[in-house]
Each structure stands twice: as structure tokens, then as C-alpha cells.
């Protein structure tokens, strides 16, 4: 989930990379190790059979699905292939079984024809692993929510609990305006918030940098990570802007609540699909400052740039004196 507040060109250091891309890459853990194991039906070639398998593995673990190529231990969850022929194809099966063997799902990959089959080597297990992985993904995505709604304790069935550290890295007053603002804004997602890290079923840690900028501006990354009860990161929400260099180094202001706002929707969705729900959160009511209208033509569509910080107020000028009658 990423919400590039205003994203504009190449990013320089230490904006390098492509946090986007990297937010996007929400984890949905399955089971904590899927043991592939290796193909041994006869209606897939030798070649594809020998190859299968160690492929397969590699395009889940590319989607964040911890997956290996190996004979299943009896502690693990396993994914057996299987194929059958229809209509002059090779039609791929995939069946998902827990430690205990029992089938908990399955799904079929794209028919290959017969002719294919018969000409191709060792590739044609690319090709199948390619179009599998994120079927498998999904599917086993669904039978964790579905034994997440079967277990009354689970975070499906009942509110995530949720701490948010103190940010870090922000100048002036923003590491304790931005953690106060989110603060607030996540309590309106749902969410039971604490004031300790200890029993919370999810973290999240904001990190922010700037950087100098030609003509007197600065780039400001806000980076919030989520993680779960165990340490490991779930997802990121990224936010980027440009803005007049030294503006933000004594009070946030109206930045703060802004910020705040965008970045409690992303991080509740996060954490909405981590706990199995596949609904967006319901929208917060509160009210939040109309942004600034937006700089640069640069700007991605349909974000919110930072407002300006608050400046402030001018001082009057002195008032002309009377003067008294007869004077």
C-alpha cells in the first residue's frame, strides 16, 4: 500500500529505489513452510517432472510465499502436483494438504495442448510454475481465512490490537506530531490501540529523511512499517514530497494531521487484509485540512501533496494616534 503523497521523477539519495513497488508487496503469510514436492505423474514429461517442482518453488518465494522444494516433513504443509488429459490438453493440478494429508484445496493451472507437451523440454516447467504461483498463492490465501474464520480467537473474529511507536527521524516538533496524529487516526479504523508494544497483534514504526533539493527545497520519505507480533514486517505505506527547504524544522502543523490521515487508511488496510479480511476498513469520519494545491506538474494524480507549513501571523501595523482637539 503505498501512498506517494507527491511523487515527482527520480528519487535521489536516500531516496533511491522504488518504495512503491516495495509497499505493494503486502505479505499474506501461508502456513510458515510449503514443501513443493516433486511431480511423479506420468502424463507430464520426464523433463518438465525433474524441473517442476524446484521452478514452482521459486516463483511462490518471488511472491512472498515461503515455499521449497523438498519431500514434505510431517510437520509441514505440502503441494502435490498432479495432471490430466482433456481434450487433446495436459491440464496442470495443484492440491495444497496439510501436515496430516488431507486435502485443504486445489486449483488447475492453464491446458496445455497435447502438441506443446510433446515438443517441449525442460521450459515448459517455467511456463506452467509461471501461470501456477500466484493461483497457489490465492488459494492458500483463502484457506488461511477460512480457518481463520472457523477459530473464534482469531484475528478475523475480533479486533486487531495495535501499537504505534514513536516516530523517528522527523525535525522540529514532527516525531511527536506525527505519532499523535496517527494515533488518532488509526483509533478510528477499529482497531484496539496500546500503549505498549507487549501482546499487540501488530507494530507500526514511521522512519522519516529528507534530503537537499535544487532551488531551496528538500524531499521528505515517510516510510511506516507494519509489523506483526513476531517482528516480521507485513507491509509498508510510503509517502513522498518536495518542499521549501527548512519549512518543517520547528512545527508540522497542518502537515501532521494531513500526513496523519493519509497514512492511517493504508496501514489499516494492511492490517485488514493481514487479519483476513478481504474488505477495505470503513473510511474514518473525521474531518481532515484541505491540502495545498499541488506544486509541481510532476505530480501523481489522485494523491495529496503536503500542505505548506503554518506561518506565522503577521504582525499588525501600529495604529495612527488621535489627536486631541485644540491640539
Same mark, same amino acid.
Given at each position: ?49 525433474? +524441473? ?90 483463502? *484457506? ?5 474464520? %472457523? ?10 490490537? +495495535? ?56 524531499? *521528505? ?50 492490517? %485488514? ?24 506538474? +510532476? ?29
Amino acid at each position: 500500500m503505498c501512498l506517494g503523497l507527491a511523487a515527482c521523477g527520480d528519487l535521489p539519495t536516500p531516496f533511491k529505489g522504488n518504495p512503491g513497488a516495495t509497499a505493494m508487496r503486502l505479505a499474506q503469510p501461508p502456513p510458515p513452510l510449503l514443501a513443493v514436492v516433486p511431480a511423479v505423474d506420468p502424463a507430464l514429461p520426464a523433463p518438465v517432472r525433474a +524441473a517442476l517442482g524446484g521452478l514452482l518453488a521459486a516463483e511462490l518465494q518471488k511472491i512472498d510465499v515461503p515455499a521449497q522444494a523438498k519431500v514434505a516433513q510431517k510437520t509441514e504443509w505440502h503441494l502435490v502436483t498432479r495432471a490430466e488429459h482433456r481434450d487433446g490438453a495436459v491440464v496442470p493440478i495443484f492440491i495444497v494438504r496439510d501436515p496430516a494429508g488431507a486435502d485443504q484445496g486445489m486449483i488447475e493451472g492453464t491446458p496445455v495442448p497435447d502438441a506443446v507437451v510433446a515438443t517441449s523440454g525442460a521450459d515448459l516447467g517455467g511456463t506452467i510454475a509461471l501461470d501456477a504461483a500466484p493461483k497457489v498463492s490465492a488459494l492458500l490465501t483463502n *484457506i488461511r481465512i477460512g480457518r481463520d474464520k %472457523a477459530d473464534p480467537t482469531s484475528l478475523y473474529n475480533r479486533p486487531a490490537k +495495535a501499537f504505534v511507536a514513536e516516530v523517528t527521524g522527523a525535525p522540529g516538533d514532527g516525531n511527536q506530531a506525527l505519532t499523535r496524529q496517527l494515533r488518532a487516526r488509526l483509533d478510528g479504523y477499529g482497531l484496539v490501540l496500546q500503549p505498549a508494544s507487549a501482546g499487540a497483534d501488530f507494530e507500526v514504526r514511521g522512519d522519516v529523511s529528507l534530503a537537499p533539493e535544487p532551488k531551496g527545497r528538500q524531499r *521528505i520519505e515517510i516510510v511506516w512499517t507494519v509489523l506483526n507480533g513476531k517482528g516480521d514486517e507485513r507491509g509498508k505505506v510510503v509517502q513522498l514530497n518536495e518542499i521549501p527547504a527548512g519549512s518543517l524544522d520547528h512545527y508540522w502543523g497542518d502537515v501532521a494531521v494531513v500526513v496523519g490521515a493519509e497514512a492511517a487508511g493504508g496501514i489499516a488496510d494492511v492490517i %485488514a487484509k493481514q487479519s483476513g479480511r478481504t474488505n477495505a476498513p470503513v473510511q474514518a469520519a473525521a474531518e481532515t485540512p484541505a491540502a495545498a494545491p499541488a506544486e509541481s506538474p +510532476a505530480e501523481v494524480a489522485g494523491t495529496e501533496p503536503l500542505p505548506e507549513p503554518p506561518r506565522p501571523p503577521a504582525t499588525p501595523p501600529p495604529r495612527p494616534k488621535k489627536k486631541r482637539a485644540g491640539g
